[in-house]
């Protein structure tokens, strides 16, 4: 069993940056995925990005790309979000999860474990 613990966030300005950090503790039956997914208010939880085992393959929603870069690098259950050019509708619950594949999916009910989230709010 996995266990997401999620840092960074908190209050930044539009057309700012904010990094999120996650590590998963635990044991693992396989290699997973690693992805974030966030949640504002009132709205469904939705698709950030995703990165495979290697760290080869990312994925992104639409919103967000060219802005977030998400990557994991050195030990392979540890993820980071870099977030650049924040917008105001940016601001939610982050989340951090994990999925046993395949593929990177894209769907948050695909993912096994989950982290408590944490917070970002962007001020206009």
């Known amino acids: 069993q996995l266990q997401p613990v999620e840092s960074g966030g908190g209050l930044v300005q539009a057309g700012g940056s904010v990094s999120l950090s996650c590590v998963a503790s635990?044991?693992?039956?396989?290699?997973?995925?690693m992805g974030w997914f966030r949640q504002a208010p009132g709205k469904e939880r939705e698709f950030v990005a995703a990165?495979?085992?290697?760290?080869?393959?990312?994925s992104y929603r639409d919103s967000v790309e060219g802005r977030f870069t998400i990557s994991r690098t050195g030990a392979k259950n540890m993820v980071s979000l870099l977030m650049k050019s924040l917008k105001p509708e940016d601001t939610a619950v982050y989340y951090c999860?994990?999925?046993?594949?395949?593929?990177?999916?894209?769907?948050?009910?695909?993912?096994?474990?989950w982290g408590q989230g944490t917070q970002v709010t962007v001020s206009s």
């Open positions: 999860a994990t999925d046993y594949g395949p593929g990177l999916s894209t769907v948050w009910r695909d993912y096994e474990y």
């Open positions: 990165i495979s085992w290697s760290g080869d393959g990312t």
């Open positions: 635990g044991v693992a039956s396989r290699r997973y995925v």
